[in-house]
């Protein structure tokens, strides 16, 4: 029971702790996205000119109109690409795969340490997981102008592998952490929610940088995002917890609630066992949802990495309409992924379709429904509002993902979710890496037809681990998630069972009688 100031504090928050942790947690989506997206945009800026191979004297005969080209000398002035305190511009001559290799650092570190942080969190809680590897992304940010100066384009690499290092657990101790506070019948909303703020982010990322850069300079977005990262740091200290039962001013009627509606947490008086390694590197569910979110990976960060390229370079935006126009796929994407959410849980709740049903419909839509749209795009040509509306189109119906594959690991894993997502988040950030590396070499001059080919090999990829996901895909707790109540599959090498306490023999009583009651 609550008692004093814990009560009193409980009484003030009208919205329960669920949808505030709900809100942080959007929030913290947000800050990670818009710290690690903000260098696709500037990186349009750092570039000199001409520096790359387009420029170089081949002739595109597709190429876009450049209605900036004219007022460009004064572009430069107004964008303060050239410092009138500085005797050289800040402008830095890499390549296109120069420029691949830095977009990609960022994963190379962010896969490292996703399967660690899941670990960390499962044991210790999401909170610190979360919340100190979100306050070292900030603080790489920072410095992030002074580190390019200084060491140039291998100081940067750097830095972001670094950057990357210090996010990858960010994700699983995220997931851990709604595995204790989303009931059952509100995942696809939590999902919507929390996972929407990557769409916040990129929102803000790319028009606010572009805004940024349009009156200022490329090095006050990342001390503007770093700092917001900060702040960001200091209110989840104060506002969230790891699980509602560690929570100090939660009410007791929602405690009560969740407790009895949330798997983790039935069961949260009984100590899990070891991480089932086993089970996981065999489990065929476990392997399609790692391939679905390979291909997710694959097209969400071609459209985050390198549209902000495509825009300036063959398109011919200036940076400010690039900024804008880049964000608006996103506002679609965040907005549809609300109402595919809603939509998913009311269905779901009313027994429409099942929730192995609901995985594989909404991640068919998000995979599918963007392949077509970027192609179609590429086909557009020089209408530029054609192949907005085609780009918008896409990122709205990858909106569903988060009512599908997104949220998958909560399905199959409730007790492991952090380890999870770990593997799953882990090995598709791979497409992080691979992506802006391999359009960097299919686009060396950056014209109309070879992006084509580009977003031709994104259409094959989400079409093909698409039909692997649904092939094999599961929507309910595996047997390696809790051998005590599934048991060994037949023929399983194992060792016998660990005993169990008085109290988790009474736990899993409990749980029967409950199912029993609902059947």
Known sequence: MLTGWKLCLSKMFIIPQRYVMAVMALLAVANAYTMRVCLNLAITQMVKKGSSSHGSGNFDPDACPDYNAINSTKSLARTNFFRADEDEPLLFEWSEVTQGLILGAFYFGYIVTHIPGGMLAERFGGKWVLGLGLLSTAVCTIVTPITVKLGGATALFVLRVIEGL????????????????????????????????????NIAGSSISGFIMHNGNWEDVFYMFGGLGILWFIAWTVLCFSTPNTHPYISDKEKKFL?????????????LDPIPWKG???SVP???????????????????????????????????????????????????????????????????????????????IAATGPAICIVLASYSGCDTTLAVVWFVFAMTLMGAYYSGMKINPLDISPNYCGTTTALVNG?????????????????????????RVALWVCFGVLLITNIIYCMFAKGEQQWWDDVHK?????????????TRSSDEEKCDKKQQQETKEKL
């Open 166 to 201: 210090g996010e990858g657990p960010t994700m699983p101790g995220l997931m851990a952490m709604l595995s204790r506070w989303a009931p059952r019948n509100e995942r696809a909303i939590f999902g919507s929610i929390v996972f929407g703020g990557a769409q916040i982010g």
């Open 259 to 271: 407790n009895e509606n949330v798997d983790a947490l039935k069961g949260s008086k009984v100590k």
């Open 280 to 282: 996981l590197v065999r």
């Open 286 to 364: 476990l392997w399609a949802l790692i391939i679905a979110a390979i291909g997710h990976d694959w097209g969400y960060f071609t459209m985050v990495t390198d549209l902000p390229k495509y825009m300036t370079d063959v398109l011919k935006f200036d940076i400010k309409s690039t900024g804008i126009l880049s964000s608006l796929p996103y506002i679609a994407m965040w907005m549809a992924s609300f109402i595919f959410g809603l939509v998913c849980d009311f269905c779901v709740r009313r027994c429409y379709h099942s929730i192995l049903t609901a995985r594989k419909v909404y991640t068919t």
């Open 427 to 451: 090995i598709a950030a791979i497409s992080g890496i691979i992506s802006p590396y391999l359009i960097g070499l299919l686009t060396p001059d950056s014209t109309l037809k070879q992006w």
């Open 486 to 498: 599934h048991g060994y599959p037949t023929n399983w090498k194992h060792g016998p069972l660990p």
